[in-house]
C-alpha cells in the first residue's frame, strides 16, 4: 500500500508496530516516502519516548525538513537529548529564518546550544535577524538568497546557481545589486532559461521593483504576497541595499499567525501560539479570565439600568420578556458591522479615510434591516404571541417592542462600524472592538431606548 493510498492513522499504527518490533529497517523505508509534515504529526502522536528514535532513523537532510514542522516542546525535548555532533549536522541543514523561528521559541539554555553549534558566520546573520522588532519584516527575512551582478552573463548566472543554489531558500528569483549592494533589478528562473547564454543580466532583469523595508509590519509584507502572488520579496534597509528576502511559506505563516490572533482577540481570549491540546489548564483559563473579568464587570451598567426602571417593569411586566431578544438582536447586529469591518481593515480595504462612507453605506443598511425586523416583529407579536400564547400585548406594548428594535439596529450598526476604524486609528488592534466588546456596549444602549420609548408611549 503506497502512502497516497494509506491513511496518517493507518500509518502511525504501522509505525507503532514496526516499533514496538524493533524493525527499524521497515520503519525508516515507510518515513522515507512520507512527506516532512506528515513525519512530523506522526512523531507527535507516538509516545514521546519514540519520537528521538524515529528522527535519528531519518537521513539528516530530511531529518532537518521535518525538525522545522516539529512543534516547539518536540524540538525542545529533541535538541536536549541531541549530542554536539547531532545538534550541529541539523542546524547545518536549516534554512536560517528557519533557525531564527525555532530559537524566538527556546528557552536560554537551549538557544545556547543552538548558537554553539552553528558556524561563526551564521551564528553573526542570526544574531542581527534577533535585533529586528518582533513584527517586523526583518525578523521573518532569510539571508539566503542568489544575488547577481548588471555585468553577468545568463551563462555565468546559471554556474553561479549550480554553485550555491543547494544551500539558498529559493533560486526561482534572483536579485541583481550593484557594487554597494543597492538593489537595482531582479529576475526569475525562466528568464534566464529562455534567454541567450551571452545576454546579460542587466539586459533582461525587470527593474519593477516591489520590496519590503526591514522594519515594515510583517503582515503587511505578507499582504503583499497576497496581492501581487509573489513566491519571494526582497527586503531592503533604509538605503535600498538588498538585506534578505521573504518567501511565501513565511508569508503563509505570518497569514495564518495574525488571522488566529485576530480570531481569538474577536472572542476575546488573549492569543495563545500553542496547539489547544498543548496548551495547559491554568494556561488556557489564564488567556480567557481577564476580559471575561472586564466584560462581566462592564454589564454592572446593564444591570444599573434595569434597577432603575424597575417601576416601569413593575407596571408592564410583559416588557421584562423581550429584553433579551432586544440584547441579542443588537449585539448580534452590531457583531455583523463589526467583523466585516475588521476583515476590511485586515485586507487594507477600509482606512481611517473611509470612516465617513462606512457609516454612510450601515445606516442605510441599518434602517432597512431594522424596519424590516420591526415588522416581521410587530407580525409576530400580535399573532403568535397575542393570539396564539395570549400574551397581555397591546398593539402600544407592540410598537414600543419594535421601535426599540429599528433604533437598537441602528445603534448597534453605528457602534459596530466605527469602533473598530477608531482603535485602528490609535494604535489598538481592530480585533478587539469585537463580538464581546460591542455587544456588552450595545446591550446598555438597548435597554435604555426601550425604557425611554416605554416612558413615552406607555405613559410609565
Same mark, same amino acid.
Not at 504576497?225 to 503563509?252: C, H, Q, W
Not at 432603575?308 to 407596571?315: I, R
Not at 438582536?329 to 481593515?345: E, L, P
Given at each position: 500500500?503506497?502512502?497516497?493510498?494509506?491513511?496518517?492513522?493507518?500509518?502511525?499504527?504501522?509505525?507503532?508496530?514496526?516499533?514496538?518490533?524493533?524493525?527499524?529497517?521497515?520503519?525508516?523505508?515507510?518515513?522515507?516516502?512520507?512527506?516532512? /509534515?506528515?513525519?512530523?504529526?506522526?512523531?507527535?502522536?507516538?509516545?514521546?519516548?519514540?519520537?528521538?528514535?524515529?528522527?535519528?532513523?531519518?537521513?539528516?537532510?530530511?531529518?532537518?525538513?521535518? %525538525?522545522?514542522?516539529?512543534?516547539?516542546?518536540?524540538?525542545?525535548?529533541?535538541?536536549?537529548?541531541?549530542?554536539?555532533?547531532?545538534?550541529?549536522?541539523?542546524?547545518?541543514?536549516?534554512?536560517?529564518?528557519?533557525?531564527?523561528?525555532?530559537?524566538?521559541?527556546?528557552?536560554?539554555?537551549?538557544?545556547?546550544?543552538?548558537?554553539?553549534?552553528?558556524?561563526?558566520?551564521?551564528?553573526?546573520?542570526?544574531?542581527?535577524?534577533?535585533?529586528?522588532?518582533?513584527?517586523?519584516?526583518?525578523?521573518?527575512?532569510?539571508?539566503?538568497?542568489?544575488?547577481?551582478?548588471?555585468?553577468?552573463?545568463?551563462?555565468?548566472?546559471?554556474?553561479?546557481?549550480?554553485?550555491?543554489?543547494?544551500?539558498?531558500?529559493?533560486?526561482?528569483?534572483?536579485?541583481?545589486?550593484?557594487?554597494?549592494?543597492?538593489?537595482?533589478?531582479?529576475?526569475?528562473?525562466?528568464?534566464?532559461?529562455?534567454?541567450?547564454?551571452?545576454?546579460?543580466?542587466?539586459?533582461?532583469?525587470?527593474?519593477?521593483?516591489?520590496?519590503?523595508?526591514?522594519?515594515?509590519?510583517?503582515?503587511?509584507?505578507?499582504?503583499? %504576497?497576497?496581492?501581487?502572488? %509573489?513566491?519571494?520579496?526582497?527586503?531592503?534597509?533604509?538605503?535600498?541595499?538588498?538585506?534578505?528576502?521573504?518567501?511565501?511559506?513565511?508569508?503563509?505563516?505570518?497569514?495564518?499567525?495574525?488571522?488566529?490572533?485576530?480570531?481569538?482577540?474577536?472572542?476575546?481570549?488573549?492569543?495563545?501560539?500553542?496547539?489547544?491540546?498543548?496548551?495547559?489548564?491554568?494556561?488556557?483559563?489564564?488567556?480567557?479570565?481577564?476580559?471575561?473579568?472586564?466584560?462581566?464587570?462592564?454589564?454592572?451598567?446593564?444591570?444599573?439600568?434595569?434597577?432603575?426602571?424597575?417601576?416601569?417593569?413593575?407596571?408592564?411586566?410583559?416588557?421584562?420578556?423581550? /429584553?433579551?431578544?432586544?440584547?441579542?438582536?443588537?449585539?448580534?447586529?452590531?457583531?455583523?458591522?463589526?467583523?466585516?469591518?475588521?476583515?476590511?481593515?485586515?485586507?487594507?480595504?477600509?482606512?481611517?479615510?473611509? /470612516? /465617513?462612507?462606512?457609516?454612510?453605506?450601515?445606516?442605510?443598511?441599518?434602517?432597512?434591516?431594522?424596519?424590516?425586523?420591526?415588522?416581521?416583529?410587530?407580525?409576530?407579536?400580535?399573532?403568535?404571541?397575542?393570539?396564539?400564547?395570549?400574551?397581555?400585548?397591546?398593539?402600544?406594548?407592540?410598537?414600543?417592542?419594535?421601535?426599540?428594535?429599528?433604533?437598537?439596529?441602528?445603534?448597534?450598526?453605528?457602534?459596530?462600524?466605527?469602533?473598530?476604524?477608531?482603535?485602528?486609528?490609535?494604535?489598538?488592534?481592530?480585533?478587539?472592538?469585537?463580538?464581546?466588546?460591542?455587544?456588552?456596549?450595545?446591550?446598555?444602549?438597548?435597554?435604555?431606548?426601550?425604557?425611554?420609548?416605554?416612558?413615552?408611549?406607555?405613559?410609565?
Amino acid at each position: 500500500m503506497t502512502y497516497q493510498k494509506e491513511t496518517l492513522e493507518e500509518l502511525i499504527e504501522r509505525m507503532e508496530t514496526y516499533l514496538a518490533e524493533k524493525k527499524y529497517v521497515d520503519a525508516r523505508k515507510t518515513l522515507l516516502d512520507i512527506e516532512p /509534515i506528515d513525519i512530523a504529526y506522526i512523531m507527535e502522536t507516538l509516545p514521546e519516548d519514540t519520537i528521538p528514535i524515529v528522527f535519528r532513523l531519518l537521513p539528516k537532510e530530511l531529518a532537518a525538513e521535518v %525538525f522545522v514542522e516539529l512543534d516547539t516542546d518536540s524540538q525542545e525535548d529533541l535538541i536536549k537529548g541531541f549530542s554536539k555532533q547531532e545538534l550541529k549536522e541539523v542546524i547545518d541543514e536549516l534554512y536560517l529564518d528557519d533557525t531564527v523561528d525555532i530559537i524566538e521559541e527556546m528557552p536560554a539554555n537551549v538557544v545556547k546550544r543552538i548558537l554553539a553549534a552553528s558556524d561563526p558566520e551564521s551564528r553573526k546573520t542570526i544574531n542581527t535577524i534577533l535585533q529586528y522588532p518582533e513584527d517586523s519584516t526583518g525578523s521573518i527575512m532569510t539571508t539566503e538568497y542568489i544575488d547577481l551582478k548588471r555585468f553577468n552573463t545568463v551563462s555565468d548566472a546559471f554556474k553561479r546557481i549550480r554553485r550555491v543554489g543547494q544551500d539558498m531558500e529559493t533560486i526561482s528569483v534572483m536579485y541583481v545589486v550593484d557594487a554597494d549592494r543597492h538593489l537595482v533589478g531582479f529576475m526569475t528562473i525562466r528568464d534566464l532559461l529562455l534567454a541567450e547564454e551571452d545576454e546579460t543580466v542587466g539586459e533582461i532583469m525587470d527593474t519593477n521593483i516591489i520590496s519590503a523595508a526591514t522594519l515594515d509590519d510583517q503582515e503587511e509584507t505578507a499582504r503583499k %504576497f497576497e496581492k501581487y502572488d %509573489f513566491l519571494a520579496m526582497p527586503v531592503v534597509d533604509s538605503e535600498n541595499r538588498l538585506v534578505g528576502i521573504v518567501t511565501i511559506d513565511d508569508a503563509l505563516d505570518v497569514l495564518v499567525e495574525e488571522t488566529t490572533e485576530d480570531i481569538e482577540r474577536m472572542a476575546a481570549i488573549t492569543p495563545s501560539y500553542k496547539p489547544y491540546l498543548k496548551t495547559g489548564i491554568f494556561e488556557t483559563v489564564w488567556s480567557r479570565i481577564p476580559w471575561l473579568l472586564l466584560l462581566m464587570v462592564s454589564a454592572t451598567f446593564t444591570g444599573q439600568i434595569i434597577s432603575s426602571f424597575e417601576d416601569a417593569l413593575a407596571a408592564v411586566t410583559i416588557l421584562t420578556a423581550y /429584553i433579551p431578544m432586544l440584547m441579542d438582536t443588537g449585539g448580534n447586529a452590531g457583531s455583523q458591522a463589526s467583523v466585516t469591518i475588521i476583515r476590511g481593515i485586515s485586507l487594507d480595504e477600509i482606512s481611517l479615510k473611509d /470612516i /465617513i462612507k462606512v457609516i454612510w453605506k450601515e445606516i442605510r443598511v441599518a434602517v432597512i434591516i431594522g424596519c424590516i425586523l420591526a415588522v416581521c416583529n410587530f407580525a409576530k407579536l400580535m399573532l403568535i404571541d397575542k393570539g396564539l400564547f395570549h400574551n397581555p400585548i397591546t398593539v402600544q406594548v407592540a410598537l414600543v417592542i419594535c421601535m426599540t428594535l429599528v433604533v437598537t439596529v441602528f445603534a448597534a450598526k453605528l457602534v459596530g462600524c466605527s469602533l473598530p476604524i477608531l482603535a485602528k486609528a490609535i494604535g489598538f488592534d481592530p480585533a478587539v472592538m469585537a463580538s464581546p466588546f460591542i455587544t456588552t456596549i450595545v446591550d446598555a444602549i438597548s435597554l435604555l431606548i426601550y425604557f425611554r420609548f416605554a416612558q413615552m408611549l406607555l405613559k410609565l
